[in-house]
């Protein structure tokens, strides 16, 4: 194996050598590399990929948590126009430079936001640490239209233009959220209406997921009357395998977690499966819990949905999950140009049952992570946008008027996900009702978010 892997080596070299030294044409030895070595990964699976520039930044940021920029979040409502602050970080560059939810970015060192892509302008507000940069701002003044999320909505109302040079720090960002914010930035782990039940949404396993979980829990260990968790996964892409295992063992007194299938590195064929099980210490372990998921949950996030419907501690309700079932190593290239993100392993619920789904598969095979009988519910294109629009507005730190976006409404009028899972938290023996006081649901549409 070893004298294949040098002599296919130096056949690629000769190839490169014969067409720097023959090619009628000056060539570019890297471009022809990254072209080769993209070629290669595609052989594999749709998983694997050689990673660089920006897209190798971004994927270090999400696992890490943190990059190096001024600390907004970014939403586009629509393609083309200029974006609109969803929420500044708190007592970030931006936060300290009186940027609010609704202001609206458009110029970044001079140059127009209007007709960037959401990834462009990131991309442009990103940087070094302690690097400035210049960020033209705009912000509505009047009562009917100050701070909204949607730009069409101002009509002549007048505005203030001003410029702010932000020096970029590093930005942590949070993967553990509530409910709705605080005044001081904070999560309100209970569910407004809903005075007995807590929500956590997890966005990412990155490598700050499990403390800020931890603290979560402890929060919530001091409410007495605390009937049931809702655990939201929905749209989770996943992250660190390591994150969602011990994610599972802070919920988990015994059992396993998950198995992993590999190669032995000795041989190259025979497999190895290999569980990783919980260790006793649970939090919570008396509380009901409901997990939500959909065609977005993946990867890591699908292996603590599945752990947990497996072991019996939680019920699973929404859409059935994204079905994948692969494990990523990320590894290092010697020079620093980029990173091989490469299949190394697959992982399987504790049944045994696989999470992934081959390209050649359909739904009657068994993959992903299904919601228990009665628990489904798919929601409509219009239904994700009006909750992406309302959640938007509850998780930004600092005043946004509601009036200006429509976005009211009791969580359960709202999102018809998380009202099925109170249901099935009062129909496990909760509180016959949970219920508070009714507000009139609210609707409205805007774009998906992105930090800088």
Not at 56 to 72: N, Y
Not at 285 to 297: A, E, H, K, M, N
Request: hydrophobic share 40%; with cysteine.
């Amino acid at each position: 194996m070893a004298r294949e892997q040098v002599a296919g080596g130096r056949r690629f070299g000769e190839v490169m050598k014969v067409i720097d030294s023959s090619y009628v044409d000056p060539v570019d030895d890297d471009a022809l590399f990254d072209v080769a070595v993209d070629a290669m990964m595609a052989q594999l699976d749709e998983h694997s990929a050689y990673i660089r520039g920006d897209d190798r930044d971004d994927l270090e940021a999400s696992l890490e948590q943190a990059f190096g920029g001024v600390g907004l979040e970014l939403a586009v409502d629509e393609p083309g126009s200029a974006p609109i602050v969803a929420s500044p970080v708190l007592d970030s560059p931006a936060w300290r430079g009186g940027i609010r939810a609704g202001d609206r970015i458009d110029t970044i060192d001079g140059q127009p936001t209007v007709g960037l892509s959401l990834r462009e302008i990131v991309v442009r507000l990103r940087g070094a640490v302690g690097d400035p940069v210049v960020v033209g701002v705009t912000r509505r003044l009047g009562d009917r239209a100050v701070r909204t999320l949607d730009p069409a909505v101002a009509g002549s109302t007048p505005e203030d233009r001003r410029e702010v040079t932000l020096v970029r720090e590093e930005i942590v960002t949070e993967s553990v959220l509530g409910d709705r914010r605080l005044d001081d930035g904070d999560w309100e782990w209970m569910i407004q209406g809903e005075p007995q039940v807590a929500i956590i949404r997890i966005t990412t396993f990155g490598e700050r997921t499990v403390d800020e979980l931890k603290r979560a829990l402890s929060d919530l260990e001091t409410h007495e009357d605390l009937r049931g968790i809702i655990l939201d996964l929905r749209g989770n892409p996943g992250g660190l395998l390591s994150a969602a295992v011990e994610t599972c063992d802070l919920l988990l007194d015994e059992g396993v977690i998950v198995y992993t299938r590999r190669r032995r590195a000795s041989s190259g064929e025979v497999e190895s499966i290999e569980p990783r099980r919980a260790t006793p210490g649970a939090m919570l372990t008396s509380v009901p819990i409901v997990v939500l998921v959909d065609g977005l949950t993946a990867s890591a996030a699908e292996i603590v949905a599945a752990c947990l419907q497996d072991a019996g501690r939680a019920v699973v309700a929404g859409s059935r999950t994204f079905g994948k079932g692969t494990v990523q190593s990320i590894v290092p290239l010697a020079d620093d140009r980029g990173l091989l993100k490469i299949t190394t392993s697959e992982y399987l619920r504790p049944s045994r049952d696989p999470i992934h789904r081959h390209v050649d598969e359909g739904d009657q095979v068994v993959w992903g992570v299904a919601p228990d009988p009665g628990l489904e519910y798919t929601p409509t294109a219009e239904s994700l946008s009006r909750i992406a629009a309302w959640r938007r507005v509850r998780d930004a730190i600092g005043p946004v008027p509601v009036a200006s976006t429509g976005a009211t409404g009791l969580p359960r009028d709202v999102d018809p996900v998380l009202a099925i899972g109170l249901r099935s938290l009062r129909g496990a023996g909760g509180d016959p009702d949970l219920r508070g006081e009714e507000e009139t649901p609210g609707h409205d549409d805007d774009a998906a978010g992105a930090d800088a």
